[in-house]
């Protein structure tokens, strides 16, 4: 199982639906303490967090962690609930939620957490935290710390497992066609086109489907950006067929017509590098495990930052926050709230960082994992990115909108079609969801 995702989430429409029923749905049921733990006879207070790190490094190194916190807080005992992936975590809260029987704490997106605070089933920080400002909220990357806040300008999350996009390569494959890693998308464009060839596509990306949003969307987004504009304005309005996003999805068909790039399924940039028949792949650095599994030694993998646009560099932030349910009692919030805060300090941060791939939130934990940093040191050039990677707007039709551009992709890259004429569809379509809610 990948928890990282190609994306940031597959969830469905049916499941982000799901959470409007919720304010009914939670009044019925009550706002009680949660029936999953509390306070025992002895002082000790079960906390129960709701989370998908279910395979791999981040499984044991969550546990880990929580076995070393449960350590220097006896009085404390963490419950994971671990799911198998993050369509069907929001959909155990959302049910749990219903139920009267929420967890603790929960790991979610900020969209989800709109949806749950709209529905007033979490809690602002402030409310547990005892300030808007926790001291360890200034100490956070800009583009993680921005992403913690919901439109209302309230601090509703705590950050947990962050990660940005970065380009995986065959250096190797690169040296033997005399090129080096491009730092521009134009010199991307140009190398792409002298390493392809003799059965090697330089790239292949998964654009996802109109239900779902995969990793080519994610670049399409971040090539956006790079070009000065936005996919979203800050209310959420699509922006589709902004002159930046029109040029953005041009880059990407003259890719293909130069022979430079495949759409696919299923990860395809990491198993044409794998195979030798690829030179680049654009995935999360988070991913960063399952693509040294994938080329098995074959070569040394290379990993780099993103090339920069004619805006300069740009990046988007994935992974997922912390959010707080209200039904937990004011004991499991202040265990709650101490396990959070554990988890983002410093010492532990570099302990995530550097056994799961994900990145710390924080620059304060960079001294601890030096050792990590020097085996790996395209972990300097993705933290720097947590500095300006832009999050999505928090709202339930960004991911259908996402799913447009998703076929928009597609219609262009593999039929053909214009760029400017595919992009006013998916806005139609993206502008229909924002209407819907």
């Given amino acids: 199982m990948r928890s990282h995702a190609s994306r940031r989430r597959r969830t469905t429409t049916t499941l982000l639906a799901a959470g409007t029923a919720l304010a009914a749905t939670f009044t019925v049921a009550g706002c009680g303490s949660s029936g999953q733990g509390g306070t025992s006879a002895d002082g000790t207070t079960t906390i129960t967090f709701m989370e998908t790190m279910a395979a791999s490094t981040q499984k044991t190194t969550l546990e880990q962690l929580t076995s070393a916190f449960e350590k220097a807080n006896p009085k404390i005992k963490v419950k994971l609930e671990v799911e198998p992936d993050y369509a069907t975590l929001y959909a155990k809260e959302t049910a749990a939620v219903s139920a009267g029987n929420a967890p603790t704490i929960g790991q979610v997106y900020p969209d989800w957490a709109a949806t749950f605070a709209k529905s007033q089933v979490i809690l602002p920080v402030s409310s547990f935290a005892g300030s808007s400002t926790p ?69 292949s990306v998964d654009p996802g489907t109109a239900s779902g949003p995969g990793a080519g969307t994610t670049w399409l987004e971040t090539l956006d950006y790079a070009y000065g504009g936005a996919p979203f304005a800050k209310d959420g309005s699509p922006q589709f067929t902004a002159p930046t996003m029109v040029k953005a999805l041009g880059y990407l068909a003259g890719l293909k017509k130069s022979g430079a790039l495949a759409l696919g399924t299923d990860y395809p940039g990491e198993t044409a590098l794998a195979a030798k028949k690829g030179a680049f792949d654009v995935s999360t650095s988070a991913g960063y495990y399952y693509e040294g599994q994938a080329v098995g030694g074959k070569f040394a993998l290379g990993t780099q930052d993103l090339p920069a646009g004619p805006a300069g560099k740009a990046n988007i932030l994935t992974g997922t926050d912390l959010t707080m349910f209200a039904s937990a009692s004011k004991a499991q919030q202040n265990a709650a709230w101490k396990y959070m805060q554990y988890l983002t300090e410093p010492a532990q941060q570099a302990t995530w960082a550097a056994g799961t791939g994900y990145l710390p939130v924080t620059a304060k934990a960079l001294p601890d994992m030096s050792a990590y940093v020097s085996k790996n040191p395209w972990v300097t050039g993705a933290v720097s990115a947590l500095q300006y990677a832009k999050s999505e707007p928090p709202y339930g039709w960004i991911e259908k909108s996402e799913g447009a551009l998703a076929v928009a992709i597609q ?27």
Wanted: proline letters at 5%.
């Fill in 135 to 203: 001291a360890q909220l200034s100490g956070f990357y800009a583009g993680v710390k921005n992403e913690l806040y919901l439109p209302d300008g309230k601090l509703w999350l705590w950050p947990f497992n962050k990660s940005v996009e970065v380009m995986f390569d065959n250096p190797a494959l690169l040296k033997a066609k005399g090129l080096s890693y491009p730092t521009t998308w134009d010199q991307f464009a140009t190398v792409a086109q002298k390493v392809s060839g003799g059965g090697v596509t330089a790239i």
């Fill in 411 to 437: 219609d262009v890259v593999d039929k053909g079609a214009d760029p400017a004429s595919a992009l006013a569809d998916a806005q139609r379509t993206a502008q229909a969801a924002k209407a819907a809610g």
